[in-house]
T-cell receptor, first 109, second 113 residues
């Protein structure tokens, strides 16, 4: 069964500090993994996806199949990064996109 | 992303009543989804649809019914609302699961008293 786990409900860091939001998944096939973000009073939106191997707003995420992880990282957090972050997985099961529980990132000045 | 709209934005209903949440998208996206957002659970998939007249259950379908008679609409009905269905409901759509992101609506905050 597909499962996404984000172990931290809340992550609080100071501006300029590195940040890592953890995501672990369970899936027997080849997963597609994503990070979505919800800023205050805004809609959920895609931040990045693993197949793109891109950096968005300074964030990167690497798929580690051995550890079944897809952690989101940023070397220097900014106050505007404060938001709710969701890790999501899509398998080859006809359309299901499963989200984790979410991690609220709070970047303090 | 004004192309996907949910209505109403807020709804209060009583236990046992039927309530329908509407979702409309103007892009003719094939895939549409309904999620509920709860503290501690994140987003959980209720139902999804790959095309008109094709729907399938997600993680938490019990107590909900969906239909997709037209590509652009994907209403979610609570047949007999319960307090445990108090939540924020999000609709989303995408043309292609592999190459396109989900586009989310603004959400409907439902309270069941």
């Amino acid at each position: 069964a597909q499962r996404v786990t984000q172990p931290e409900k809340l992550l609080s860091v100071f501006k300029g500090a590195p940040v890592e939001l953890k995501c672990n998944y369970s899936y027997s096939g080849s997963p597609e993994l994503f990070w979505y973000v919800q800023y205050s009073r805004q809609r959920l939106q895609l931040l990045l996806r693993h197949i793109s191997r891109e950096s968005i707003k300074g964030f990167t995420a690497d798929l580690n199949k051995g550890e079944t992880s897809f952690h989101l990282k940023k070397p220097f957090a900014q106050e505007e990064d404060s938001a709710m972050y969701y890790c999501a997985l899509s398998g080859n099961q006809g359309g299901k996109l499963i989200f984790g529980q979410g991690t609220e990132l709070s970047v303090k000045p | 992303d004004a192309g996907i709209t949910q209505s109403p934005r807020y709804k209060i209903t009583e236990t046992g009543r039927q309530v329908t949440l509407m979702c409309h998208q103007t892009w003719s996206h094939s895939y549409m989804f309904w999620y509920r957002q709860d503290l501690g659970h994140g987003l959980r998939l209720i139902y999804y649809s790959a095309a008109a007249d094709i729907t399938d259950k997600g993680e938490v379908p019990d107590g909900y019914v969906v239909s997709r008679s037209k590509t652009e609409n994907f209403p979610l009905t609570l047949e007999s609302a319960t307090r445990s269905q108090t939540s924020v409901y999000f609709c989303a759509s995408t043309p292609d699961l592999d190459n396109s992101p989900l586009h989310f609506g603004n959400g409907t905050r439902l309270t069941v008293t």
